[in-house]
């Protein structure tokens, strides 16, 4: 998860900042990004989906493995007919090109698979940054909309931290937290099991 956190830090860092009205008085509304991106069903269902194609290339990682596995084996047991004194010089020779082509499979075989490895993990993980900035990118929206609904003149994220790691946003006074709001919002398509599940989490919400 830490190219997600890296995601984090950057746009959870921004103040989300909705047009200025113009009244006397600056109606002034906070919003926790990283919980609503953290309890936002679809979060939950694109780490599941990255879960399962994680999963699917240790499983072909580890086929090829066991066939390197296999081969390492092959060539233990050829050494060992290699270093047997009661073998003559003929039969060495054709052991010994056949503990070569082996052994020279396996070096084939552990490349491919570590560069099949680096190939395919990088490429998930660059769909896993996508699909989370697109995510995040759909909750910037509704908390404008939100905004602009509730007539607030700044949203400000209250998760979001300076490159010290303090919190931007130490103090408001008189400002309405937006979250749960937000939340119900963006859950009101959620599946059942989806919003079961979460339930526990949220009761510790202020």
């Known amino acids: ?6 995601l984090f830090t950057a746009a959870l860092a921004a103040v989300l900042i909705s047009a ?13 990004m990283q919980e609503l991106f ?24 580890n086929e090829r493995l066991s066939r390197i596995r296999e081969l390492e084996t092959s060539l233990g047991n050829l050494r ?3 270093d047997d004194p009661a073998i003559n010089d003929s039969k060495k ?12 499979e396996g070096v084939a075989l552990d490349r491919e698979r570590r ?3 680096q190939r395919r993990n990088q490429a998930l993980n660059e769909k896993m940054i996508q699909r989370m900035k697109g995510i995040l990118e759909e909750i910037r929206k509704l908390v404008e909309e939100q905004a602009k609904k509730d007539d607030y003149d700044y949203v ?9 790691q303090v919190p931007l946003l130490l103090y408001t006074k008189d400002a309405t937290d937006i979250t749960t709001v937000l939340l119900k919002d963006l859950n009101k398509d959620a599946p059942a099991e989806s919003l079961q599940k979460d339930d526990a989490p949220k009761s510790k919400e202020k």
């Open 1 to 6: 998860m830490t190219k997600i956190s890296r």
């Open 20 to 32: 200025a009205s113009a009244a006397d008085k600056v109606n002034i509304a906070t919003v926790d």
């Open 38 to 61: 953290k309890q936002y069903y679809r979060t939950n269902e694109a780490q599941k989906q990255i879960n399962v194609e994680r999963a699917r290339i240790q499983k072909d990682n």
């Open 80 to 82: 060992k007919q290699l």
């Open 93 to 104: 020779q054709t052991l010994f090109k056949e503990f070569q082509t082996k052994q020279q």
């Open 115 to 117: 560069e099949f490895l």
């Open 156 to 164: 400000f994220d209250k998760s979001g931290l300076s490159t010290s």
